[in-house]
């Protein structure tokens, strides 16, 4: 099977280099995959998690590898740094008075993405009552979807599902943008008619730095764009097991590793490409998607034809080695173009099996697809019995170092079409993705 995808590929950088011959040729080379990966995954990287050394380290070596192989930045950037600011809020104090009455600091929770929000009359706030016999969840929900500012009454009756509202909604949080607008205050408290009411509520704000890791090979249509993609941050050092560094080898190293390699490879061909074709590790895909959210806001989403976004391809799928799943694969012809490409080589690919698991709403596709983009996550893991994943044995050591290669070279080989403009995805409907 590896025999046949390498003719493949041969066959590949022929098309792109005038005078190549199959030993000249560009290849993907699994020692430079292994390298790449082993790096990415190592404790050094502190499991790469947004706003720590390690996710700094890991931006750095990709930043060095884009320099080595000679891509340009994106346009309107002077590095291969995009970055962006966060907000990262922590509650400083919230403080709720009804009908002249203090509510005890205990007993109540604010959940606001801006510095402060005041309520000093009732006509300024929603006011939603959560009785003994109401779903509490429920009503959370309705309160949720309320313009302006809100406060929710629960009765002592739902103690201890308040006590994990204010445990989960006390934890620090990061935004992309602040809300002055907008907020929400639960109190603790079996008062039901509210005829006085004062609320203050404060949060503590830093500003902090994110940055995706973005080069390009420019092609004769600037304005039409292949996209790669992988997630390089990850969990981070947590929990009090022997080994804490949660190294993501997997997820998404392999990924990002896809990209890095695929990145030289199309660069090594020598031919200025038909479209551009582009290469982006975002940052915090794990704590909210932010990295690709950013991205999508900085560039026209009608201008990328096709979103590669590799998520997890180092060990062997449901089908075995060799093959990979496609997520939201009826959603655009994506998918089917991908199949034929690959057609007569060995590898395989097919629609996400794991479709209760929402996988194709679970990765930075998801945000480039509610665009229009034809934009869908490829992995090869078996995602409902995965013992790694999202656990600190994540590591280089349970990659299939042979699959993960031929993997990303089947992904060289689906892309060819693309980047040379004979094939063209159908959009995604936005109405379709919710
Ligand atoms: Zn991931």
Redesign the pocket.
Known sequence: MKKSLRSVLCLVAICYSTLASCQQAAVIDQAEVTRIITTLASDEMEGRMIYTPGIEKASAFIESEFEKIGLEYLDGLNSYKQQFNMYSLSSESASVTINGESIAADKVVGMISSASMTINAVADANIVVVGAADNMQAKFGEARGKEGKTIMLVNTAHEALFGRFKQFFSRPSSVMELDDTNGMVIALTDLSEVKSLSVEVKNNIETKSLNNVAGQITGNRPNEIVLFS??YD?LGIRGDGEDKIYN?AN??AS?TTAVMTLAKYFKDTGKKPERTIMFVAFTA??SGGFGSRHFSQKLNPDEIVAMFNI??IGTAAKEGTNSAWITGFDKSSFGALLQKAVEGTGYKFYADPYVKENLFY??DNATLARLGVPAHSISTTQIDVDPYYHQASDEVSTIDLDHMTNTIRALAAAAVRMISGEDTPTRVDPANVR
Do not use: F, L, V, W
């Open positions: 992988a997630h990850h993501g997820d998404d990924g895909e794990e998520e997890m679970r990765s």
